[in-house]
DNA sequence: CTCCCGATAT
DNA sequence: ATATCAGGAG
């Protein structure tokens, strides 16, 4: 496990490497966010974007997406996959907005995360890039740099890692972090090829030693 | 734990 | 061909 100092050494160095990360799912507003969020699952922010572009067009509010047939909103949202999930928790997500809120996205992340297709991941982005609290989100890239920099255990669940976070990053760097992260993880340390020999992390980061190590010995073959 | 699932990179 | 992608519900 890293110590403080290491922590404080990555972050440091993942400012440098991404100094402007920030939300790439694009928005005007937070129901915007919510939708895009809850569509990001399994899927990435590029091809979300793409249906967005011309979803928020046609969709503006709780009410337009419970206007159209359940059929109809899965066609529009198809190409993203896992779309009979999403389209139903859409309609539900949005008659819980009418019903319970007056059809405005709440701010705190306990009514957020009771909202269907909300869970405690979207909580997150939307309390933190929607209304700016402090928060960190534990999505599969930050899961997986979190593991191989050894800031938490390889065997901790998704909640573990977030609560490992929380305790060793300054609360005021909660987002900023949690978005380095992001970015570090979906452009440098990714999940197939991950580019260890350039990473400016390596001499602290275990599993990018291991994978040094084993790059030599195919070499020397 | 399993299931949902199309698009894209490798 | 197959692993992976800003996960969540049952």
């Known amino acids: 496990m890293l110590t403080k100092k290491e922590i404080r050494f990555c972050l440091d160095e993942m400012k440098k490497m991404f100094p402007d990360a920030q939300c790439e799912l694009e928005h005007k507003n937070p129901f915007e966010l919510v939708i895009a969020v809850l569509l990001s699952a399994q899927c990435t922010d590029t091809l979300v974007n793409k249906v967005t572009k011309e979803l928020f067009k ?38 819980m907005l009418l019903e319970e809120y007056g059809g405005i996205v709440p701010q705190t992340k306990a009514e957020l995360v009771k909202l269907a297709g909300v869970g405690r991941k979207t909580a997150n982005v939307v309390a933190s890039v929607a209304f700016d609290e402090p928060a960190i989100a534990v999505d599969t890239h930050v899961e997986r740099v979190s593991k191989r920099l050894g800031i938490c255990k390889w065997k901790d669940s998704v ?26 993880g979906r452009y440098h ?33």
């Open 159 to 184: 909640t573990e890692v977030e609560e490992t976070l929380m305790r060793k990053v300054p609360r005021d760097e909660w987002s900023v972090t949690h978005h380095r992260m992001i970015f570090f």
């Open 58 to 95: 046609k969709y503006k509010t709780p009410e337009d997406y419970l206007a159209v047939t359940l059929e109809e909103l899965q066609q529009d949202i198809r190409s993203i996959g896992l779309y009979r999930n999403k389209a139903k928790n859409i309609r539900k997500l949005c008659t």
């Open 189 to 221: 340390c990714k999940s197939r090829n991950p580019n260890c020999p350039e990473c400016p992390l390596l001499e602290i980061c275990r599993e990018g030693q291991k994978r040094m190590r084993k790059r030599k010995e195919v070499n020397a073959n």
